[in-house]
């Protein structure tokens, strides 16, 4: 993923996923806030080809794996889920 803010929130959620949760990269625009093709030809190139990219990429495959593992039946989403359900019964 490349954070590419552009108003509002956007901007804490590249904060959020840049630094804290390490799932992209960050473009970086100029003064004017136009980002340049260069830019983002690096930013695309060196999530496909670094060690970095490489990085982040298994952090999104063990995010993902984490998710499902919390939504099915007996994990921490399911359960929370289920017991939200009961206190409205």
Do not use: C
Request: proline content about 1%; aromatic content about 6%; hydrophobic content about 40%.
């Amino acid at each position: 993923m490349v954070a590419w803010p552009l108003y509002a929130e956007q901007r804490l959620n590249r904060v959020v996923l840049v630094e804290e949760m390490k799932l992209a990269l960050s473009m970086e625009d100029s003064e004017d806030g136009h980002v340049s093709a260069d830019e983002v030809e690096k930013k695309v190139r060196g999530l496909m080809e670094s060690e970095e990219g490489e990085q982040i990429r298994e952090r999104a495959i063990a995010m993902k794996e984490a998710a499902k593992a919390a939504m099915d039946e007996g994990g921490s989403s399911y359960t929370a889920f289920s017991k939200l359900i009961e206190s409205w019964k």
